[in-house]
């Protein structure tokens, strides 16, 4: 089990840390960003589409960190 979280929380730093990876969320969330702000009164599901692909790119950058701390955590009660 410890072997499975050490190595989620490798590919999750490696991602974190990728400068492609990066980029792409940063585009992803600027795209969207521009999209619901460029919208029209009118245009509630273009704005709703997307808040939640941003929701769902937190939820990504979330799991990611999420990896990362249980590793941490995991090395916090080994050390007890």
């Given at each position: ?6 190595i ?20 992803a969330?600027e795209?969207q ?34 990896a990362?701390m249980?590793e941490?955590?995991l090395?916090?009660?080994?050390r007890?």
């Amino acid at each position: 089990m410890s072997t499975g979280i050490r190595i989620k929380a490798d590919e999750a730093r490696r991602l974190k840390n990728d400068t492609a990876f990066k980029t792409f969320m940063q585009s992803a969330r600027e795209n969207q960003m521009s999209i619901f702000a460029g919208s029209s009164a009118s245009e509630v599901d273009v704005r709703e589409e997307a808040h939640a692909i941003m929701r769902a790119l937190d939820q990504i950058e979330a799991t990611l960190d999420a990896a990362v701390m249980a590793e941490a955590l995991l090395d916090h009660k080994q050390r007890k």
